[in-house]
Nanobody
Framework: QVQLVESGGGLVQPGGSLRLSCAASKFTLDYYAIGWFRQAPGKEREGVSCISSSDGSTYYADSVKGRFTISRDNAKNTVYLRMNSLKPEDTAVYYC?????????????????????WGQGTQVTVSS
């Protein structure tokens, strides 16, 4: 069974950093586009960042641009989301998902279309 597992969430003070990991089992991630999403209580799911598989192109939501970095380590079959200068409004459950290599850029908003494979989510709380 295809499985994605997120890890690395936790409680951090404003201005702090976390690195989220999205690891795959039963399939290799390097073929797939990987999207990071988040959902805060009472809010819709939003796309945070996305990385394609063909050329490594990346996308960042305006709210995280300059603070978050998405990257791949194909040897470890893992995609990372490095989050710096965290703000209370970054508090949410963060999810990763995998799908077709072109998923990140084939739509005006990749977060509004269905993705094939999802992880269970990891909680990020930014609070003093």
């Amino acid at each position: 069974q295809v499985q994605l597992v997120e890890s690395g969430g936790g409680l951090v003070q404003p201005g702090g950093s976390l690195r989220l990991s999205c690891a795959a089992s039963k399939f290799t991630l390097d073929y797939y586009a990987i999207g990071w999403f988040r959902q805060a209580p009472g809010k819709e799911r939003e796309g945070v960042s996305c990385i394609s598989s063909s050329d490594g192109s990346t996308y960042y939501a305006d709210s995280v641009k300059g603070r978050f970095t998405i990257s791949r380590d194909n040897a470890k079959n893992t995609v990372y989301l490095r989050m710096n200068s965290l703000k209370p409004e970054d508090t949410a459950v963060y999810y990763c998902a995998a799908d077709d290599p072109s998923k990140c850029f084939a739509y005006s908003d990749y977060a509004q279309v269905a993705w094939d494979y999802w992880g269970q989510g990891t909680q990020v709380t930014v609070s003093s």
